[in-house]
């Protein structure tokens, strides 16, 4: 400690990556006094009363009711230091309107509430009816909300337009790919250098082979980009220029990639020694096992369009579906052939995605589930890792995803899009899969906001008039014939003639 | 009656033993408790030391069943079975996985799921007789046919589509009602309207059906006709007698689910957002919090034993031919 609010830590050595996790919420300085006023007998047993629950510390924002089952508010905290809006922003941003209140303290909304919607139905109608400031999009709104054209690009309905909803989106710097493990002798090519070529172009074969942006368009409603390599966009190292296709899968054609043939598939295919998805030695038919999570009969198509993919090389792929715990569990122990996996950035650092092909990680619980050992890698990671941005560690990071794009341990799957929209009358909100700080900037316009909520959500009342007309009117009949009933005498007894 | 009572909760115990046992294994089968520590922890960077002091922590870290490792009563009792189900028969349910105690989220969540339920089941009753005693009445006519042709109509919809259809009209096409949301107090009962009435008309189907089998039933009997002989009206015979009779099945039947009000409704909590116990144990299912699903499953058995006591002793109250010994 250094003085009452300042403390200092002392690292050894050189970490770059230290100040992201001071950002993290376990760095947050916590006083003394609220540990021990928590730490009393009987706060907890019986009663809930925790520090995790009713946290302290010196945000924009109080916790001021905490049901995260139904509803949590977070009030302005009048002790807050304040913080000026910035006025340095990226391009386009002053164009966008978003530096608008550069200068301004912050926070600009006095009191929060994030409501708990479990099902999406009545998350996305309260939103359209104006209850709720912003929304992601369920894959099952997605058509009322968004149209994509054939570039790719997303724009809101006319619908949408219409009510003055804003539309972002942004490619979250995550990761979905398909692994191989480079403990399986097929596949990962266990034993003498020709072995090892040889798996190394089957898993190149197959990269090609499986259409990343057929997925994307099938299956996550055009919502991300084919990935290039390991890096995501976002993340320092990843590259937006014709240096960043990858050229193992992409040609690239008028300047923009294009994937390579299913004939050059193929060709490669037999260059590994399965001439159409035989064994050239035994004439064996090539059979590739993928683990894979899958809960239901919904997870069936995509299930199937694996199978196709892998059939474009005349593989025969067996799926072993399985729930998530015993999956975790087998690739924990390294009995997989193929399996899906995806990572989110922890922080943004190539060092916190290159380090999933790190040789050392390739332990049961390491986090190179790939188990994928390249020396020449490793000791590129090892310069790189403790490095500063720039130049030269930009340099050495191609060089990198240049080994890893040859090896082709991961399928590079893709990076999913981000989309949100907020209603017109929300300011200042610009999505960032990384900064989780920017709810104070936030601004919002409530007579604008009430006005609308007033306009679309006029009550009509005929509706209900005309079930209680239809009751009545259905109970007429029953009524007249009740009454019918009642006057009726009793039928006199025959009498023979 | 107090021996009959004695002997029923007597009787009562090998069942929750049995149910707490049947909730152990089929918990036990698809999650391990490194599974249920690693889901707590997080998937990322879990280290064995981090799994191994979490299962410490909350008491996971015995063997499941049989402890061979322990020496005589050892061997059963300290194991996680043993220990995590002996504190739930004196109605100690811990705390959950993370960290908050179970009777203080059951003790305040049960409240929003009798708002919900209650309501729903009064209401229920009453037009579920109505409708019945009206097509009773009518027997034999179209109304009559009718009304079970509706009745089997609204029974064999989904009550989800109630309740996204209810959402649908309306909520969401004719502003009447908040679409989903729960507030305290008197404010409960903006958010309550919608799902107490797409409860009640869900139940009328198959509600109405039952009560006018029984309706029908009763003015079969003997009584009926001698009522009918003496010239009472119609509306007598079937108000003051065939209603009254009727209502001891229906009575008994309603008796056995007042305990599970409390339990609340998985599903409806979930689309209207009611932050009851229906939800808080479908929450505790995705996050595979055994402490909870445990808790929730041994309080639903003890309910509905209760419920089905209360049943028998409700007979004697209803119909004095009865006596429990």
Sequence with gaps: MLDRYTYSIRIKGKYPQFVYWLAMPFFAPMPWEADRFYSQRGMNEGRNLTLDWYPVGTGPYMLVENDPNARMVMQANPNFRGE???????????????????????????????????????????????????????????????????????????????????????????????????????????????????????????????????????????????????????????????????????????????????????????????????????????????????????????????????????????????????????????????????????????????????????????ENKARYQNPAFDRLFEQMRNMDNGPERQAIIDRMVAIVREDAPWVWGFHPKDYSLSHAWVHNGKPSTMGRNGLKFIRIDPALRERKREEWNQPDLWPAGLVLAVLILGSLPAYLSYRRRERTAARPAQTPA | MIAYIVRRVLYAIPILVGVNLITFALFFVVNTPDDMARMQLGVKRVTPEAIQKWKAEHGYDKPLMFNASAAGAGRLTDTIFFQKSVRLFAFDFGNADDGRSIRHEIARRMWPSLALALPVFLVGIAVNITFSLMMAFFRGTYLDLWGVVLCVAMMSISGLFYIIGGQYLVSKLWNLVPISGYAGGLDASKFLMLPVLVGVVSGIGFGSRWYRTIFLEEMGKDYVRTARAKGLAETTVLFRHVLKNGMIPILTGAVVVIPLLFMGSLITESFFGIPGLGSYTIDAIQSQDFAIVRSMVFLGSVLYIAGLLLTDLSYTLVDPRIRLG
């Design chain 1, 84 to 366: 000026p809006f910035p006025s340095e922003g990226e391009p386009g941003d002053a164009q966008a309107g978003l530096l608008a209140d550069a200068g301004k303290r912050a926070p600009f909304v006095e009191r929060i509430v994030f409501s708990r919607e479990k099902e999406g139905i009545p998350y996305w109608n309260k939103f359209l009816q104006g209850y709720y400031d912003n929304s992601a999009i369920g894959s099952d709104n997605f058509d009322q909300a968004v149209r994509v054209g054939v570039e790719g690009d997303a724009t809101l309905t006319p619908q949408m337009q219409e009510r003055g909803i804003k539309l972002k989106t942004s490619v979250a710097t995550s990761t979905f790919y398909l692994s191989f493990n480079f403990q399986d002798p097929v596949v990962g090519g266990r034993g003498d250098e020709a072995a090892r070529e040889r798996a190394r172009k089957l898993r190149q074969a197959i990269s090609v082979a499986i259409d990343w942006e057929e997925f994307i368009s099938i299956f996550a409603n055009g919502r991300g980009i084919a990935g290039m390599g390991p890096l995501p966009p976002g993340i320092f190292g990843y590259r937006e220029d014709d240096k960043g296709f990858n050229p193992v899968v992409y040609d690239v054609v008028d300047g923009k990639p294009r994937r390579k043939s299913i004939e050059t598939a193929r060709k490669i295919m037999a260059e590994a020694g399965y001439p159409d998805g035989r064994d050239a030695k035994t004439g064996q038919p090539l059979v590739l096992y993928l683990d894979t999570v899958a809960r239901g009969p919904d997870d069936a198509s995509r299930l199937n369009w694996y199978r196709r993919q892998f059939a474009k090389l005349d593989i025969q792929l067996e799926i072993r579906a399985t729930d998530w715990n015993r999956f975790q569990e087998k690739v924990r122990a390294g009995n997989t052939q193929l399996f899906f996996l995806g990572w989110n950035a922890d922080y943004p650092d190539p060092e916190n995605f290159l380090f999933l092909l790190y040789g050392p990680n390739a332990t049961n619980d390491g």
